[in-house]
């Protein structure tokens, strides 16, 4: 038998009442070295959390009484950002948790000199007076879709209540059922119609809707006709759907405008193996859309945005809306938007790291998944090279399998070994198939495998922490 409880509970009494004051460790001289040269207020802060760290152990029946360390782990916490950079070994390139679409280097220096100081973000220089700070892509997005005129905001979902709220408030929307979607977060298609104050009205059945089914409840209350592209899944079978330049011809017979909402937005087409292919924002709006919104961190690679082309008579009253305060964009996103936008104009979308990723050849990951494997033996690391399948991920091209190449590795707990990775100074996020872990190489750089072997032989059993 055990002690009895009430010593038990006695024990741990006795280690909370001689948890130190934040004074008494302040004045520790065992803790000088450590605190020397630390700010005030940080060593307090830190100080607290060790002592509410050890507080919560004893709480929980972990019988160990203060010790320096402790002081130590806190500071090392309170020094490391909560957001940071991670190496995605997952195969996912545009992976919602670890922020979707990396940055073009030229986008990235667009941010950095913009945030450094002051900009012109709301300043037409030329005229000496408030400017508009959709001005700097309103162009590159004419230019790059065809449309009469565009505006951003913060992301896809409020760029579509924001056109609803504008275009179809207090009216009808008219919408397939089959298109009645719900994507990450919780993000349905009736729930935000319903916030916009537009009125939903479902035709057709899930996997046919046809124009007739659209030109039947089109009426004097109609505001408007959404087409809403699928993500995260597809409809396959016998299916059928009205297109795009159908809707449009019949929203222009019954003086209706037709919006797109288009999710992942591709500017241009995608090339790679394994890619299945999206409608591009172009093709969108020259199909006769009088509306498209799409995001600007999925396909077009860019900044967390949400993107509106159109007639400029609509954009107009969009844009006059008061949701479009609610939701804009600040200087970081427009400046980051502008640089990705010009490397299209351009003719570079290879610059665009998701387009890059996306359109590697399988010899390719091969090596660079070999590379991986001799970093890895030098550690005295064994692992194996087979072929994956990874993801394009944020919901676009929900059938594209990609084929790409990955270190596996046997261990008895997977799972405890991806914490040991995701909690290595530079993070790495891998992924278990099979019981084993993998490292899929497609979204590593060469220069960051170095870093992965390094994290992945401190994680390995036997090895140093």
């Given amino acids: ?214 030109a039947s409840v089109v009426g004097a209350e109609t505001g408007l006709l959404l087409k809403v592209h699928r993500s995260n899944f597809a409809v396959v079978g016998f299916t059928e759907e009205a297109s795009v330049a159908e809707l449009a011809g019949l929203g222009r017979e019954r003086g209706v405008p037709v919006f797109q909402d288009l999710g992942s937005g591709a500017l241009v087409r995608m090339a790679g193996e394994g890619l299945s292919q999206e409608p591009t924002v172009p093709e969108v709006v020259a199909a006769g859309a009088d509306v498209v919104a799409f995001s600007g961190d999925k396909l077009l690679g860019g900044p967390q945005a949400g993107v509106v082309v159109g007639r400029s008579a609509l954009v107009s009253r969009i844009k006059a809306h008061p949701l479009t305060r609610a939701l804009r964009v600040d200087k970081l996103t427009v400046a980051a938007l502008e640089a990705t936008l010009e490397l299209y104009r351009d003719g570079r979308p290879e610059a665009v790291p998701t387009y890059r990723l996306l359109a590697q050849p399988a010899d390719e990951l091969r090596a660079r998944a070999l590379r991986l494997q001799a970093l890895l033996a030098e550690r005295g690391v064994s692992v194996r090279v087979d072929e994956v399948v990874g993801q394009v991920g944020g919901g676009a091209m929900p059938l594209a399998r990609l084929p790409s190449f990955a270190c596996r590795l046997t261990v008895g707990a997977p799972e405890s070994f991806l914490e040991r990775l995701r909690g290595g100074g530079v993070p790495v996020i891998g992924r278990m198939a099979d019981g084993e872990v993998v490292l899929d190489v497609r979204c590593l750089a060469k220069e960051e495998l170095e870093s992965v072997a390094e994290s992945v032989a401190t994680a390995s059993p036997g090895k140093p922490p």
């Fill in 1 to 214: 038998m055990g002690p009895p409880s009430n010593s038990v509970d006695g024990g741990k009494n006795a280690l909370l009442r001689a948890l130190p004051s934040i004074e008494q460790l302040l004045r520790r001289p065992s803790l000088e070295p450590l605190l020397a040269g630390v700010p005030r207020a940080r060593a307090v802060s830190a100080l607290r959390l060790a002592v509410e760290r050890v507080r919560a152990r004893l709480l929980q029946g972990e019988p160990r009484a203060f010790e320096d360390a402790d002081v130590g782990e806190a500071l090392s916490t309170l020094a490391t950002p909560g957001l940071r950079p991670v190496l995605n070994a997952t195969g996912v390139v545009l992976h919602t948790n670890l922020g979707r679409a990396p940055l073009a280097p030229e986008a990235v220096a667009r941010v950095a000199e913009v945030a450094r100081g002051y900009s012109n973000l709301e300043y037409d220089l030329d005229e000496g007076e408030r400017g508009s700070r959709y001005a700097p892509v309103v162009g590159l997005l004419r230019q790059l879709t065809g449309a009469e005129d565009a505006l951003v905001v913060n992301n896809c979902a409020g760029a579509v209540l924001l056109v609803l709220a504008a275009l179809a408030g207090g009216r009808e929307c008219v919408v397939s059922r089959g298109e009645l979607v719900e994507i990450g977060g919780g993000f349905r298609v009736p729930d935000v119609m319903r916030q916009s104050g537009a009125k939903l009205v479902e035709v057709g059945t899930t996997n046919r809707t046809r124009l007739a089914d659209y």
